[in-house]
């Protein structure tokens, strides 16, 4: 299997070569769309790790036995650890991505263990790999978020211009963090962090690479985006009753959108990380090329 894996990125890498002599003949607008296919396919690839997550969380609910010996949630836990294993072997990811990865499961766990025990959501189904009320497949969920920037940053080799400074962002991140506990106790400094989040990334432009040519946008509209994708996603798990909300438990409900807000501020502590360990990374070349 890791064999066939690595065969199949190295047959990727003849097909681009291919595609792009085509496109390069066919006029701007042959090469405009070969562009948008392979942007695409990156972003997708960028989500391998959380695509496969919500893959089997969908699945697990449609077809999962309710007498198993094997509950759901553990055997979520057991295929997230089976996927990493082969991601590596196969070196469809890096060990700086793994890395992304457990430090990810850590904080996430530790805040779950904080929301599950205060009532902001529940695992509705039983498990034997757990901590506390949290299921052990939960800290992957989060570790899916760090893992698509991870991966995203190496795939379109990310520079950045008006970067804020280092230590600013770790202030910042850790105080969201914070206030993610702080908030169940009346102290709830949100909107503060919201004005933080738009001075520091607001002048700061991303430049990444579809191709060969250097494109740029926000990196703040970036965040946005992300974060409207994990809504979707966190729609998705709820639906499954992988966890749910205390609304939820009459019947399943969209989640609110002021949800996007909080997974807002979750991308820059997710962001933080990671370029903790791209740093080396955080300048851009010499010479862009946009158009």
């Not at 309710?66 to 836990?77: C, E, I, K, S, W």
Request: aromatic share 16%.
């Amino acid at each position: 299997m890791i064999a066939a894996l690595r065969a199949a990125r190295l047959g990727w890498h003849g097909l681009d070569r291919r595609l792009a002599a085509r496109a390069s003949r066919g006029g701007r607008l042959t090469v405009f769309l070969h562009e948008l296919f392979w942007f695409g396919v990156k972003q997708a690839w960028a989500c391998l790790f959380g695509g496969l997550m919500l893959a089997l969380l969908i699945a697990t609910w449609m077809f999962w036995p309710a007498d198993a010996p094997l509950g759901r949630y553990d055997f979520v836990t057991l295929m997230a650890v089976a996927i990493q294993i082969v991601l590596l072997a196969s070196g469809l990811e890096t060990r700086r991505e793994a890395l992304v990865i457990v430090l990810f499961h850590v904080t996430g766990t530790l805040m779950e263990l904080f929301k599950t025990a205060t009532g902001s959501w529940v695992y509705p189904g039983a498990s034997i790999l757990h901590i506390g009320a949290v299921p052990l497949f939960t800290g992957f969920m989060y570790a899916s978020v760090g893992s698509y920037i991870a991966r995203a940053w190496r795939l379109f080799e990310f520079r950045f211009t008006r970067h804020p400074r280092w230590n600013h962002t770790t202030l910042l991140a850790a105080a969201i963090y914070l206030n993610f506990f702080t908030d169940h106790y009346g102290i709830d400094f949100r909107w503060l962090l919201f004005v933080a989040v738009a001075w520091l990334f607001g002048p700061c432009w991303v430049h990444y690479r579809v191709r060969r040519k250097y494109r740029r946008m926000p990196l703040l509209l970036g965040f946005m985006l992300v974060a409207l994708f994990i809504w979707f996603a966190e729609n998705l798990g709820t639906f499954t009753r992988a966890w749910m909300y205390p609304a939820q438990h009459r019947a399943w409900h969209v989640v609110p959108p002021e949800k996007i807000g909080s997974w807002l501020l979750l991308m820059i502590i997710s962001y933080v990380m990671v370029s903790a360990l791209y740093r080396r990374d955080m300048r851009p070349p010499i010479s862009l090329s946009h158009s």
